[in-house]
């Protein structure tokens, strides 16, 4: 029987941060890590295994039964599948990634867009990208209860090489934004691990929805700050990317407390280290930042500011120099 294998991506975050779930802007790009399912069809239900679990998934293949850990992510996916119409085919399938989980680069995502396309080759099934989005922002929910916005569903599926994914979460409008050809992206991921399940992303959720000043001013100023950084692209102007990105983590520092010590000193130590612009990026309780450099200094930043993070704090955190990818949706076309 052939395999066949689909790949998801992971993404980092730009800025627009805790933007998404209010109608807000965002500016996503797709990276070189991510999820990769290889399966074969299977005639009465639905297995998988993780290469980094050790646990097998067994499912209906309509989605039914009951799953634990990561499988709960599966489950849903197929279950939310199925009532969309998918018809019952099954598959026997393999999920291995690169994403680092728990660093802010949407390794859930990577897993559920990832499945979610191997279930509708399996079945010759097809939604439109945003309907897909969407439907895997749903068993996200489902799965383990986090009121996640549209963006990392939206990023891992319709983002393009060399850009940026520039998305109105409230018309759900969207344009690939070339992204400066002299910066590399550059993650440093803390070594504090985050889980929005239990964090208080749900919290901060409630507290946007019921008006808290502070938490309204963060996402008003950082909607008008993804609007400036396209501009600042657009323009090649360095600078003023450098004064965004820092005005965006200080304000997810002050007015929205998602920020970490861990993550505020990997931002200054960017900075010092010659970044032309660092912020958190993702959910943030821990997780990673993001920076860019100037082109051919971006080992070079990466190293140091992992050097200077482990002498100040002992922490071992991990540097990636990524590149942008295309999103899934057009990787399986
Ligand atoms: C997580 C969520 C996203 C978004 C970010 C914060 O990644 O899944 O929907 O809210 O946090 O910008």
Redesign the pocket.
């Given at each position: 029987m052939t395999e066949r294998t689909v790949f998801a991506p992971a993404r980092v975050?730009l800025i627009?941060?805790?933007?998404?779930?209010s109608g807000g802007l965002?500016l996503p790009v797709a990276i070189d890590l991510g999820t990769t399912v290889s399966w074969q069809p299977l005639d009465e239900h639905i297995r998988m295994r993780s290469v980094a679990f050790t646990d097998w998934v067994e499912l209906g293949a309509d989605g039914s039964g009951t799953s634990a850990g990561w499988g709960r992510y599966a489950a849903a996916v197929a279950r939310l599948l199925h009532e969309r119409g998918r018809r019952a085919a099954g598959l026997d399938a393999v999920v291995s990634s690169t994403v680092p989980i728990g660093s802010?680069l949407?390794s859930?995502?990577a897993l559920t867009v990832s499945l979610a396309l191997a279930l509708c080759q399996a079945a010759a099934f097809e939604l439109e990208p945003l309907e897909l989005a969407h439907l895997v922002?749903e068993a996200?929910r489902l799965a383990v209860g986090?009121p996640?916005?549209?963006?990392?569903p939206a990023a891992v599926l319709l983002a393009r090489r060399g850009h940026a994914l520039l998305l109105d979460c409230g018309t759900e409008e969207y344009r690939h934004v070339p992204l400066p050809a002299g910066l590399a992206i550059v993650v440093v991921d803390s070594g504090v691990r985050h889980a929005?399940e239990n964090s208080g992303?749900a919290d901060r959720?409630t507290e946007v929805e019921r008006g808290d000043p502070r938490r309204v001013r963060h996402v008003v100023s950082e909607n008008e700050r993804v609007r400036k950084t396209v501009a600042a692209f657009e323009s090649g102007d360095l600078g003023a990317l450098g004064t965004l990105f820092r005005e965006g983590h200080n304000s997810l520092r002050d007015d929205f407390e998602?920020s970490t010590p861990e993550l505020d000193l990997l931002v200054d130590l960017a900075y010092e280290l010659g970044a032309v612009a660092a912020r958190m990026t993702?959910?943030?309780f821990g997780g990673a930042i993001v920076a860019l450099a100037e082109r051919s200094g971006e080992r070079a930043l990466a190293d140091a500011v992992v050097e200077a993070y482990r002498a100040r704090t002992g922490r071992a955190g991990k540097a990636y120099v990524c590149s942008s990818v295309d999103g899934a949706a057009a990787q399986t076309r």
């Open positions: 975050n627009g941060e805790h933007t998404d779930y965002v802010g949407s859930s995502a922002q996200e986090v996640c916005g549209l963006m990392d929005l992303y959720r998602v993702g959910g943030g």
